[in-house]
């Protein structure tokens, strides 16, 4: 939508580039399963993505306009989304910290040993959690990064082609535009990044040592 909106603002192009930019945002606007919790982030206000496919086609100025506002309202209420979930993601660690802390507590009454287990395994917890903050703000750095040169590049680009003089420095600049969005949009996906950094989870299993007991136990054994 921005880079349509931006079509339409820029003097001097032609009516064949801007259907073409217009067809790019209509055709994501058609396709809803790419933005996922849509339903959830729809549900947090008035703006629709069915909206913005609306007023993409009756391609007017004027519609051009309200499909820009209504993306910019979808876009807000993306972030009213995340920083809910965000809420719900403390609150959980919070309850998880006070129940194991809890636990600590009932299995100190018990016996010592039980609670200097206890004791063990929130330390172990709490630095696992320590690891895998440290491993996020590692993946969030490393996307700031990817998305960072591309989008410089698109900032650049973006601020020549108001000063272009000429149809062929345009068509320049506009390719450098396309290829710095092709590239956001193949670094968008940051869903590699989580692979890297999953926790391992360690599952004991008992282990029955009676047969090698017996062995030992056997006569001629010494």
């Known amino acids: ?23 790019r945002a209509l055709s994501s606007a058609r396709n809803p399963s790419q933005f996922t919790q849509l339903r959830e982030i729809e549900g947090y206000g008035e ?24 993306a910019v309202a979808l876009s807000a209420q993306a972030s009213q989304y995340a920083k809910a979930m965000e809420g719900r993601y403390v609150a959980a660690l919070l309850l998880m910290r006070r129940v194991l802390l809890g636990t600590a507590l009932v299995t100190g009454l018990l016996s010592v040993t039980s609670a200097l287990r206890a004791l063990l395994l929130w330390r172990s917890e709490m630095d696992r959690r320590a690891r895998r903050e440290a491993r996020q703000r590692e993946a969030l750095s490393l996307a700031s990064h990817e998305l960072r040169r591309p989008l410089q590049s698109l900032l650049l680009a973006s601020d020549l082609l108001r000063h272009a003089e000429t149809q062929e420095q345009r068509t320049h600049l506009l390719a450098l535009i396309e290829d710095g969005a092709a590239q956001l949009a193949s670094r968008a996906d ?7 950094y999953l926790d391992v989870t360690l599952r004991p299993r008992a282990q029955d040592l009676r047969p090698l007991l017996e062995r030992f136990a056997a006569p001629g054994w010494s």
């Open 47 to 70: 703006a629709r993505l069915s909206l913005i496919e609306r007023y993409l086609l009756q391609g007017t100025p004027d519609a051009s306009a309200l499909a820009a506002r209504e």
């Open 1 to 23: 939508m921005q880079a349509y909106q931006v079509a339409e603002l820029t003097p001097g192009l032609g009516a064949d580039e801007r259907r073409e930019f217009r067809d």
């Open 190 to 196: 940051l869903t590699r990044l989580n692979d890297l």
